[in-house]
């Protein structure tokens, strides 16, 4: 069964660090890439980040341009988001999801995503 679990969320004051995970069961996350989404209360939601699979190619978002870092362990079956500087307007639950086609590079439509985890909570407030 396909999932994707996200973990590593909390409360962290501006400025702060936290490195979310997103753990993949059921396939092989080098086959495919994976895209960062958050959704700040009464907002839609966004995408943040993409790694492709084999290619290790990646893109950011404006707004975490610099701040943010995506990276994959693949003998984990993981994908993390190293979150640096953090800002009040980063607060928000992030989801990982899977891109539906194999093998492509980033950046990709963000429609393109599917497959999402339950998202982990995180919150950056003094």
């Known amino acids: 069964q396909l999932q994707l679990v996200e973990s590593g969320g909390g409360l962290v004051q501006p400025g702060g660090s936290l490195r979310l995970s997103c753990a993949a069961s059921?396939?092989?996350?080098?086959?495919?890439?994976i895209g960062w989404f958050r959704q700040a209360p009464g907002k839609e939601r966004e995408g943040v980040s993409c790694?492709?699979?084999?290619?290790?190619?990646?893109y950011y978002a404006d707004s975490v341009k610099g701040r943010f870092t995506v990276s994959r362990d693949n003998t984990k079956n993981t994908v993390y988001l190293q979150m640096n500087s953090l800002k009040p307007e980063d607060t928000g639950v992030y989801y990982c999801?899977?891109?539906?086609?194999?093998?492509?590079?980033?950046?990709?439509?963000?429609?393109?995503?599917?497959?999402w985890g339950q998202g982990t909570q995180v919150t950056v407030s003094s």
């Open positions: 999801a899977r891109d539906r086609l194999l093998f492509r590079r980033c950046p990709l439509p963000w429609a393109s995503f599917d497959s």
């Open positions: 059921g396939f092989t996350l080098d086959l495919t890439a």
């Open positions: 790694i492709s699979g084999n290619d290790i190619s990646t």
